[in-house]
């Protein structure tokens, strides 16, 4: 177990020191000029060169690079072009909504996935599973952009049971921080519970035909025994595997649903610097993301080795 926990801490060191140049390198070769973006059009070229040398953007490539890891590594990620404020703090204060809003995203998806999943498994060609299959394909149809539009017209708009937009933050009203990214969160569920929910029912399904499912229904188990002990513990590699790769999809996601619903997290903040050009905030957010989706990737395999101790013995 530790040869296999030190091969996936070396893979997820070497996959963030190569994200971080993919970041630095695509952010580099765009188009424009951030000094000139921020001064204008019509700002004269003295101002403009001056403005990139106080930023420090007429220094070596390499140098800024180096310079952005040891920020990284030390808390020390500058102050933002636009913002006129420490990136740090930029960060932690968005964090605050981005992440609950994620996990409560993940949360129901995962709970929405299994029970459909399972139950579709457990119906098999009967009416429940083909109606379930044939709502996960419409939920997979769905962009979650237009689905949160939908959500805001009939829930806020027609019933008034929830805000359109906005969050009031933690510290004034827990509850009505919480209420205002249920929908949010649930309009980036939808997509990736349609998804996973299929996964689960092919997994399930897959499982059910082995022989040692056989031989548990042959001794007497019956079928809610040999689906809960027997089934679901082997069916859940593909669906965690599943689960990581969408963790990406629902960061991404944060990006569109926050603007949609007007939420101040890291997916409105990446989207104003962006048309700001304010780059040093944009690239240590990416890289802020690609972090996130790295680390559950890693969570991912230690999961691997405790539900199916095969992967850990042939890694080793």
């Known amino acids: 177990m530790g040869l296999f926990l030190l091969k996936r801490v070396a893979t997820l060191v070497a996959t963030l020191i190569g994200a971080s140049i993919v970041v630095f390198l695509v952010l580099e070769i765009l188009p424009g000029d951030a000094a000139q973006t921020m001064m204008g059009p019509d700002a004269p070229p003295e101002a403009v060169r001056a403005l990139a040398a106080k930023l420090g953007l007429d220094r070596p490539p390499l140098e800024r690079y180096w310079d952005w890891v040891i920020g990284m590594l030390t808390g020390e990620l500058g102050n933002s072009y636009a913002y006129s404020s420490p990136v740090f703090d930029l960060i932690v ?3 605050a909504l981005t992440v609950p809003l994620a996990l409560l995203a993940m949360a129901l ?3 929405l996935a299994l029970v459909v999943g399972i139950y579709a498994a457990a119906q098999h060609n009967r009416l429940g599973d083909v109606g379930l299959m044939g709502l996960t394909q419409i939920g997979i149809a769905i962009p979650n952009f237009w689905f949160a539009i ?4 009939f829930f806020s708009v027609k019933l008034q049971w929830f805000s359109a937009g906005g969050f009031p933050g933690w510290s ?3 509850l009505e921080a919480l209420q205002s990214i249920l929908l949010p969160a649930l309009a980036l569920a939808v997509v990736q519970a349609a998804i996973l929910a299929r996964i689960t029912r092919s997994a399930v399904l897959e499982v059910m035909r082995e022989d040692y499912v056989r031989t548990a ?3 007497g188990l019956s079928e809610r025994a040999t689906l ?6 082997n069916a859940m590699i593909p669906v965690i595997t599943v689960m990581g790769l969408q963790s990406a999809e629902l960061l991404a996601g944060t990006i569109v649903v926050e603007n949609v619903f007007y939420l101040p997290g890291l997916g409105r903040l990446i989207f104003q610097s962006i048309s700001n050009r304010d ?3 944009v690239r240590n957010c990416v890289m802020l993301l690609a972090t996130m989706v790295v680390l559950v990737n890693f969570v991912v395999d230690i999961l691997y080795a405790v539900i199916d101790p095969r992967v850990k013995a ?3």
Not at 228 to 233: A, I
């Open 279 to 281: 780059l040093i905030v």
């Open 172 to 174: 004034e009203d827990p």
């Open 228 to 233: 809960w002990g027997h089934v679901l513990r």
């Open 150 to 153: 939908l959500l805001i017209l």
């Open 217 to 219: 229904r042959a001794k």
């Open 93 to 95: 204060e968005r964090m």
């Open 314 to 316: 042939s890694d080793i």
């Open 109 to 111: 998806t995962t709970v």
